[in-house]
């Protein structure tokens, strides 16, 4: 997991114990290090300043372990900020209303599975609303993983109107206690603003307690971007990080953290409806520094 990334710092750290320990070049080698693996320019720059500050409290002759230490502190450090202590599935009423927004293939239908099968484990009756009537085989997929975590679909046919299928999914929970209502949604670019306007119909029918954005996490700076303009059309309260299971560019998550500013509730790290865990700084960080080889 993460690989690029972890070897890189690795070399970098390895580097160090050559002898040149200066701060100042320390911090370029971070700096590029992160820029080379999929961290934006602005959050590599603020990585190596906090290492930098780190380092110079320090006082003393700089030692690899002091440089290990004060690089993943510094990542400790932006990221915790990102961390919501808090359950963002809070109920406080009920039903409460989840709605699921990103861009097509960023995993949504797929962590909508997994969340309905983290609350039903609590015990709590989950309906979920197949408001993805946009895309081929969307409803049957969703009715395929609800039959499988236990959780009641309300769907209608494709094509249909996304808000209306939420709508009769809020009403279906209200009327037979249910506890939670998740609804799916289609894919959005949201330069079209058509599909723009559409969610915001959603919100306004469904009046989700709490908006989510899903962001796949590998897909670096474009996510990112995708992201940011969804933030100015359609607010959403946090994210979750998907597919930090598969190889690849793992620094973009470092970006997607400083840039979006927004709580990262969860991570997914696999297809499985298990495969979903709380986001923690602690094992994103020992995960770019571990040994293993991979
Ligand atoms: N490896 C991995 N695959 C995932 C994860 N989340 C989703 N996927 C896969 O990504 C693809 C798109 O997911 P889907 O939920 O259909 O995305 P949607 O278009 O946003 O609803 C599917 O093949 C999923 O199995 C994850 O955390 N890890
Ligand atoms: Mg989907």
Redo the contacts with the bound molecule.
């Keep these: 997991m993460l690989d690029r990334l972890r070897k890189r710092l690795r070399d970098v750290v390895s580097r160090g114990s050559e002898g040149f320990l200066k701060i100042r070049e320390l911090r370029d080698h971070v700096f590029t290090a992160l820029a080379e693996n999929d961290v934006d320019v602005e959050t590599a720059d603020y990585v190596a300043d906090l290492m930098e500050k780190n380092l110079s409290s320090l006082g003393r002759k700089i030692r690899v372990e002091d440089y290990r230490n004060a690089l993943k502190k510094s990542l400790l450090e932006l990221m915790a900020e990102y961390v919501d202590p808090s359950d963002p599935f809070r109920e406080e009423k009920k039903p409460f209303v989840v709605l699921f927004l ?1 861009v ?8 909508i599975s997994k969340i309905a099968h983290l609350l039903r484990k609590r015990g709590r009756r989950v309906v979920i609303s197949a408001s993805d009537t946009f895309r081929a085989g969307a409803i049957e ?1 969703i009715q395929m993983l609800g039959d499988k975590v236990g959780a009641d679909v309300v769907k209608q046919k494709q094509g249909a109107d996304p808000a209306a299928v939420a709508f009769d999914a809020v009403n279906r929970a209200k009327a037979r206690g249910f506890d939670f209502v998740l609804v799916d949604s289609a ?1 959005r670019m949201q330069t079209n603003k058509n599909l723009i306007q559409e969610m915001k119909k959603i919100k306004r029918v469904a009046k989700p307690d709490l908006t989510i954005l ?1 962001l796949d996490a590998l897909t670096g700076q474009d996510a990112i971007e995708q992201a940011k303009t969804f933030l100015e059309e359609i607010t959403y309260d946090g994210v979750i990080l ?2 930090l ?2 190889d690849a560019r793992g620094g973009s998550v470092i970006s997607i953290i400083h840039q979006l500013k927004k709580p990262i509730y969860y991570i ?4 499985a409806p298990d ?1 979903l865990i709380p986001f923690s700084p602690e094992w994103l960080v020992e995960k770019l520094f571990s040994n293993e080889t991979s």
């Design positions: 990103g097509n293939g960023g995993g949504k239908t797929t962590t997929q894919g899903v998907t597919k299971d598969t997914g790290v696999g297809q495969d």
